[in-house]
């Protein structure tokens, strides 16, 4: 199985709701990340986990909260997002921090509409 | 993490061999290129990865000259499927902890 998992596929909220992101792997992967993607523009990363600690944040505002419950699960929780924040959000697994680190499993992401 | 730049956007026609080309001036010893690909509203793919010389899969081949200063993905007899977003990066994700940044990425289009 080397599918990524993501749910919901589609959400829209508003800007006081909290809402959740999840994404699951069952590769046995131990390291997962959170990517964002505006349209017509290349992912840009998030967050990293590696053996379900957080090894990297890059500088997310506080309204984006990642979650690792176990080593297949990967949550980003949602709260008082602003519009700019509407995008495209992938989960990416990898086997480890080795080159193959860079062979990275994407899942279809979420469409995420704040209005 | 070494910085890329790939041609913006490139069209070819069905049954051609594709080259797109990435530069990377400051590729480090420790560096291994990899190349992804991406469909509209899905998640990117990894195509290959490679560190010198030639390597090839069942998809694609990735030749890197010896200087490794750029490298060139070659798409065999592109189909109208292979229209996608093709991203090079380059890192050593031992050094960087996983972290990767995706460039620009190159438009392809194949046309029938």
């Known amino acids: 199985d080397t599918e990524v998992t993501q749910t919901p596929k589609h959400l829209v909220m508003g800007m006081t709701n909290k809402k959740s992101l999840k994404c699951e792997q069952h590769?046995?992967?131990?390291?997962m990340y959170w990517y964002k993607q505006k349209a017509k523009k290349p992912p840009e990363l998030m967050f990293v986990?590696?053996?379900?600690?957080?090894?990297i944040n890059e500088s997310v505002p506080s309204r984006f909260s990642p979650e690792c419950p176990n080593s297949s699960l990967l949550n980003l929780h949602l709260h008082a997002l602003q519009p700019e924040d509407s995008a495209l959000y992938l989960c990416?697994?990898?086997?480890?921090?080795?080159?193959?680190?860079?062979?990275?499993?994407f899942g279809p992401g979420t469409r995420l509409t704040v209005t | 993490l070494a910085k890329t730049t790939q041609p913006i956007s490139m069209d070819s026609y069905e049954g051609q061999e594709v080259n797109i080309t990435c530069s990377h001036n400051?590729?480090?010893?420790?560096?291994?290129i990899t190349w992804y690909q991406q469909f509209p509203s899905q998640g990117p793919r990894f195509i290959i990865q490679?560190?010198?010389t030639k390597v090839t899969n069942e998809v694609a081949s990735l030749f890197i000259p010896a200087d490794r200063k750029s490298s060139t993905l070659s798409l065999p007899r592109v189909s109208l499927s292979d229209t996608a977003v093709y991203y090079c990066?380059?890192?050593?994700?031992?050094?960087?902890?996983?972290?990767?940044?995706f460039g620009d990425g190159t438009t392809l289009t194949v046309k029938p």
């Open positions: 990416a697994s990898s086997q480890g921090f080795t080159r193959s680190s860079y062979e990275q499993y």
């Open positions: 590769m046995g992967h131990r390291a």
């Open positions: 986990y590696s053996y379900e600690k957080l090894s």
């Open positions: 400051n590729i480090a010893t420790n560096d291994y």
């Open positions: 490679g560190y010198k």
């Open positions: 990066l380059v890192g050593d994700a031992d050094t960087n902890a996983g972290k990767s940044t």
